[in-house]
């Protein structure tokens, strides 16, 4: 077998083990967000959410019925209440997060 030939198996392969691992992200990013959803005390409770750099901004209608314990195991960095809004410090993640959260409310 050729050299040429051997680097050709050796990308393709490397390129279906990188799409592998997007799907997968992708998959997982969407279980994330279905979780943090329900934890914020689901799609009705939710007013509105922003987002700023790392910072997540949500306002509820009921802030007493948010799980912050399993959203910070989900990833927060912290999250701080004010009224009726969490501010949630996230990774880069959070403009996903608005973004999802704006097509399901």
Request: hydrophobic residues 50%; glycine residues 4%; positive net charge.
């Given at each position: 077998?050729s050299p040429v030939l051997?680097?050709?198996?050796?990308?393709?392969?490397?390129?279906?083990?990188?799409?592998?691992?997007?799907?997968?992200t992708r998959k997982d990013?969407?279980?994330?967000?279905?979780?943090?959803?329900?934890?914020?005390?689901?799609?009705?409770?939710?007013?509105?959410?922003?987002?700023?750099?790392?910072?997540?901004?949500?306002?509820?209608?009921?802030?007493?019925?948010v799980n912050k314990d399993?959203?910070?195991?989900?990833?927060?960095?912290?999250?701080?209440?004010?009224?009726?809004?969490?501010?949630?410090?996230?990774?880069?993640?959070?403009?996903?997060?608005?973004?999802?959260?704006?097509?399901?409310?």
């Amino acid at each position: 077998m050729s050299p040429v030939l051997q680097y050709i198996i050796i990308a393709i392969v490397i390129l279906i083990i990188l799409a592998v691992a997007l799907k997968l992200t992708r998959k997982d990013f969407a279980i994330k967000e279905n979780k943090l959803i329900g934890y914020l005390g689901g799609k009705d409770n939710i007013i509105n959410a922003e987002c700023n750099l790392s910072r997540f901004k949500v306002i509820l209608r009921d802030v007493s019925i948010v799980n912050k314990d399993a959203i910070q195991k989900l990833g927060a960095k912290g999250i701080v209440e004010i009224d009726n809004q969490l501010k949630i410090i996230f990774d880069a993640s959070a403009k996903q997060l608005k973004k999802y959260i704006d097509e399901i409310v």
